[in-house]
């Protein structure tokens, strides 16, 4: 796919998004000079432990999109399994198409070019609802999801909370 197809299809995308915003978060561009530099808020989903939290990430599309995956990076700080420390998010989903080296994933969990914003998204927001903590990018957070979720890590997502609020209205 040539780089002239990938910057239609984000446009389309965008648009679409615009028209039809998705309950749950926002996306659009950080600068309207370049369509593969995304910013997206997510709003913590109810009755989880990120609720009330207003989480901002953002997605980096290849030039190859929708062929490749795009990179998420939450800038907002989230303590989850499935979040690297750095921010990366770690969901099959944005995971590379075909066979997982490991065994791990299934193709049909990994990339597939029908893939949109709307639906990394979802499978983000259901990841913030639901951690994998079978195979996490974030050790410790793991290990506190699995050994006490209300305990030590339910109060270092309730700082998250807080701290995301605070920004949000800065």
């Known amino acids: 796919m040539s780089e002239h197809n990938s910057t239609l299809t984000l446009w389309v995308l965008c648009e679409e998004l615009n028209k039809n ?14 369509i593969y530099k995304w910013e997206v808020v997510i709003i913590g989903p109810q009755d989880t432990l990120f609720e009330g939290g207003f989480f901002k990430a953002y997605l980096t599309f290849p030039y190859d999109y929708p062929l490749r995956p795009p990179k998420m990076k939450f800038i907002t700080e989230i303590w989850h399994p499935n979040v690297a420390k750095n921010g990366d998010v770690c969901i099959s989903i944005l995971h590379e198409p075909g066979e997982d080296k490991f065994g791990y994933e299934k193709p049909e969990e990994r990339w597939l070019p029908i893939h949109t914003v709307e639906t990394i998204m979802i499978s983000v927001i259901s990841m913030l609802a639901d951690p994998n903590s ?14 006490d979720p209300n305990g030590e890590f339910k109060r270092k997502v309730a700082r998250c909370v807080r701290k995301s609020q605070e920004m949000a209205f800065d």
């Open 21 to 34: 915003p998705v309950e749950g978060f926002s996306a659009g561009l950080i600068d309207d000079e370049d």
């Open 134 to 147: 079978d195979s996490p990018a974030n050790v410790d957070a793991a290990k506190e999801w699995r050994e």
